[in-house]
Structure formats: structure tokens, C-alpha cells
């Protein structure tokens, strides 16, 4: 192989290194904004659900109050002790 067309052929290998090593970038950034969309996602998630568990906890000490305080109730509680 002649020297002249060594160099054409090394440009060449040159040129689609390049290209690859840019494509490799792109990807590692599309996977790091998508990994960063995934993380304030969850944490969202995690939010809503830790105060969804919240208000349930809530309303069933409300309805647990409300059933104890209810006279009909009381009654039903008194005669299962008897």
C-alpha cells in the first residue's frame, strides 16, 4: 500500500471514529436527562403518595373518633360486653 493511500485510508477510519465517539456523547446525554426526568418523577411520586397515606391515616382516626364518640356505638359496645 502506498503511503497516499494509507493516509486517505487512516482520514477515513478518523473521520467514523469521530462520529461514533459523537454519537456516544449524544446517547450519554439523552440518558442522563432522562435519568434526571425519572428521579424528580419518582420523588413526585414518592411525595403524592406519602400524603395520600397521610390523609388516609387521617380519616380513619377521624372515622375511629367519630365511632367511639357516636352514642349508637357506645351502645353496641356495651352490650357486647355484657
Not at 2 to 9: A, T
Not at 24 to 30: D, Q, S, T, V
Not at 38 to 44: G, I, M, S
Given at each position: 500500500m502506498?503511503?497516499?493511500?494509507?493516509?486517505?485510508?487512516l482520514e477515513d477510519i478518523n473521520e467514523k471514529f469521530e462520529t461514533l465517539i459523537e454519537g456516544?456523547?449524544?446517547?450519554?446525554?439523552?440518558l442522563h436527562r432522562r435519568d434526571e426526568e425519572?428521579?424528580?418523577?419518582?420523588?413526585?411520586l414518592r411525595e403524592g403518595v406519602l400524603s395520600v397515606?397521610?390523609?388516609v391515616f387521617d380519616l380513619r382516626k377521624d372515622l375511629t373518633d367519630h365511632?367511639?364518640?357516636t352514642e349508637l356505638h357506645a351502645v353496641?359496645?356495651?352490650k357486647k360486653v355484657s
Open positions: 502506498k503511503p497516499d493511500e494509507f493516509k486517505i485510508v456516544h456523547k449524544l446517547l450519554n446525554e439523552n425519572n428521579r424528580l418523577e419518582h420523588k413526585q397515606r397521610k390523609d365511632r367511639e364518640n353496641k359496645k356495651r
